[in-house]
T-cell receptor
Framework: SQTIHQWPATLVQPVGSPLSLECTVE??????LYWYRQAAGRGLQLLFY??????ISSEVPQNLSASRPQDRQFILSSKKLLLSDSGFYLC????????????FGEGSRLTVL | GNSVTQMEGPVTLSEEAFLTINCTYTATGYPSLFWYVQYPGEGLQLLLKATKADDKGSNKGFEATYRKETTSFHLEKGSVQVSDSAVYFC????????????FGQGTRLTINP
């Protein structure tokens, strides 16, 4: 069966520090991968998605970047965090079929102080 | 562009009450529609889905009908339980190969015993 993991689960970082959140998927190949952010009291915003290795699409201009160095690995990064980067980050994968269903990881809560 | 509007919360009900959470959408083409649920401290999981007009999705006593004429996908349950307390997200999937989900802002539901 397929599983998705992301880490760390919780992170507290000072403003201006770097960020790296990792996400890996097991049990499937060539998945579509996604990073969403859930800010406090708000819905989910799609940040990045990837349909293949090295292929990254950004949905909103921001302080973050994403990379996909391997088929089932998706990394969210920042060189210098801002206060506004605080939130709950969710990685997800989809089979790329026309069902639209996504499978989400457990989430990573980032607090920037 | 595509968008989803959800009934604003929070919603508080007593156990065994009837639940409706409204969801309307704006989309080009014929999107698939979803309800996701997020239990405290967890990622999102799919609750139910419908892929074409007049389809009814159902799971765990919840149901929602894809109404193209009113562009709606309201979530209902006849008798809620304390364990249904969670945040509920309505979402649509565009018809592109990237299978991006557009989410509503979420509705926090609390069920009191």
């Amino acid at each position: 069966s397929q599983t998705i993991h992301q880490w760390p689960a919780t992170l507290v970082q000072p403003v201006g520090s770097p960020l790296s959140l990792e996400c890996t998927v097991e049990g499937t190949s060539n998945p579509n991968l996604y990073w969403y952010r859930q800010a406090a009291g708000r819905g989910l915003q799609l940040l990045f998605y990837s349909v293949g290795i090295g292929q990254i699409s950004s949905e909103v201009p921001q302080n973050l970047s994403a990379s996909r160095p391997q088929d089932r690995q998706f990394i969210l990064s920042s060189k210098k965090l801002l206060l506004s980067d605080s939130g709950f980050y969710l990685c997800a994968w989809g089979a790329g079929e026309n069902t639209g269903e996504l499978f989400f990881g457990e989430g990573s809560r980032l607090t920037v102080l | 562009g595509n968008s989803v509007t959800q009934m604003e919360g929070p919603v508080t009900l007593s156990e065994e009450a009837f639940l409706t959470i409204n969801c309307t959408y704006t989309a080009t083409g014929y999107p698939s529609l979803f309800w996701y649920v997020q239990y405290p401290g967890e990622g999102l999981q799919l609750l139910l889905k419908a892929t074409k007009a007049d389809d009814k999705g159902s799971n765990k006593g919840f149901e929602a009908t894809y109404r193209k004429e009113t562009t709606s996908f309201h979530l209902e349950k006849g008798s809620v339980q304390v364990s249904d307390s969670a945040v509920y997200f309505c979402a649509l999937s565009d018809s592109t190969g990237a299978q991006k989900l557009v989410f509503g802002q979420g509705t926090r539901l609390t069920i009191n015993p």
